[in-house]
């Protein structure tokens, strides 16, 4: 009997050391092919592992699921290898947070109606306030790839996510949090808020969403479908919350990829507030205008805390003539120029979001415990109408023409007009 006593502790032991206490994460691609390769990915899991107290444990490999059947082992590849054992170490945020970057290939065997790229791993961190025992309950993420005929819908990768899926919030302040996500292949993005997984189809057993914590009139979410911009008004207790957001992709109406990032947010009781930046309209502009607007955040916090300002988006990241922005930061405000000169090579079929972050730089002694405010802006860029249109009749036949050449008849997206007759008598006013 002692002897199985002392097996038994020992598994027990071995699990616990080996267990990785996941925060938050998320998978993503990027088609890479080769000659030969056409259906050749690039993927990366990226984590956010705890670092605190007796809930430490790491993972220098994962497993992930390629659903095709196959699956691979992954080293880690973030940060140094200060103990020469070959294996990076990841890389150490602070706050009791690390961040961890797994990476491979993987070509598929041709297209199919979609693949599931998952990873699955013991467990999450301990004391999740909406996640009951949260410390049993494993963390699983993944993508849905589809692969359509490649020949009528070419091949995808992966929205990018610009901001980190950890985040702090104020008690009882209005918390906003946007992952700042576009899409490389320009496809339109639709976001949705789901119960975070535990397991392929398996949602997290006795999920609480941020507001049904402590429920009442003060406290409410909403996620912005189109835009991402996600707002919890107000956290009602401290602690440490998890969310997930489904986010899926369409190309002229085709699913092309879906995939889920598991988020954690640090809700403190600081007495800090958050910087704030002045509301911006909607804009819609006519490819060939030049955009030019200030952004200006303030925080009134006493003593003040330095402001710094930051934008991101997918007119920051466009090969031609991408969108600058240039900030000023300082103590208790900051001000920005954000600039775009617009051309017939960025013409989309959505629209543009911009995504401006003010943060402040408040700490509690070492601790840095940032607060920050977004501003989600919406970019509408129209193609320009063509010049000189003129319609003559002979015989009940119309013919139309305009001036040549065609502003943006020289632009790869440009592939012709669309022609409408209106049916009916033009109304008349007296």
């Not at 889920?260 to 800090?272: K, S, Y």
Request: aromatic share 12%; proline share 8%.
């Amino acid at each position: 009997m002692k002897q199985l006593l002392v097996f038994i502790c020992f598994l027990f032991f071995s699990t616990v050391l080996w267990a990785t206490h996941n925060r938050a994460g998320e998978i993503t691609y990027a088609h890479a092919p080769l000659e030969g390769q056409d259906f050749r990915f690039a993927f990366t899991i990226t984590t956010y592992s705890n670092t605190n107290g007796n809930d430490v444990a790491d993972r220098d490999s994962l497993t992930i699921f390629w659903g095709d059947t196959k699956s691979s082992n992954l080293a880690r590849s973030n940060g140094m290898d200060t103990n020469g054992n070959g294996v990076p170490e990841g890389v150490n945020l602070g706050n009791g947070v690390k961040r961890n970057v797994y990476t491979a290939f993987h070509t598929y065997p041709g297209f199919a109606p979609f693949y599931v790229i998952s990873m699955a791993d013991p467990n999450r961190n301990e004391g999740i306030v909406n996640i009951g025992s949260s410390v049993e309950v494993p963390f699983y993420i993944e993508d849905t790839l589809f692969i359509p005929n490649p020949q009528f819908f070419g091949f995808n990768s992966s929205p990018i996510l610009e901001l980190p899926p950890i985040d702090y919030a104020e008690l009882g302040q209005p918390f906003i949090h946007n992952p700042t996500a576009y899409d490389p292949d320009g496809d339109s993005l639709h976001f949705e808020l789901i119960i975070p997984l535990q397991a392929q189809g398996m949602v997290v057993p006795n999920y609480r969403f941020p507001n049904e914590v402590s429920p009442g009139p003060a406290n409410n979410v909403s996620l912005d479908m189109a835009t991402g911009e996600f707002i919890w008004d107000s956290p009602q207790e401290q602690g440490e919350y998890n969310i997930a957001f489904l986010i899926t992709e369409y190309r002229n109406g085709q699913k092309m990829g879906a995939m889920i990032r598991d988020m954690q947010i640090f809700v403190e009781d600081t007495g800090n507030t958050p910087p704030e930046i002045d509301p911006l309209n909607r804009l819609c502009v006519q490819l060939g205008d030049t955009i030019d607007l200030v952004i200006n955040a303030t925080d009134d916090d006493v003593p003040p805390t330095v402001v710094e300002l930051s934008a991101f988006g997918a007119p920051l990241e466009l090969a031609i003539s991408p969108a600058t922005f240039a900030s000023t930061n300082g103590s208790g405000q900051a001000t920005g120029q954000f600039s775009w000169s617009t051309v017939c090579d960025h013409v989309f079929s959505d629209d543009y979001t911009v995504v401006f972050k003010a943060n402040d730089n408040f700490a509690l002694g070492t601790t840095p415990i940032p607060l920050t405010d977004l501003e989600t802006w919406v970019l509408t860029v129209v193609a320009p109408p063509p010049t000189g249109v003129m319609a003559s009749t002979d015989g009940g036949e119309i013919t139309l023409s305009w001036e040549e050449p065609y502003e943006c008849g020289g632009s790869e997206k440009f592939i012709g007009f669309s022609i409408w007759r209106s049916i009916g008598c033009d109304s008349l006013e007296f």
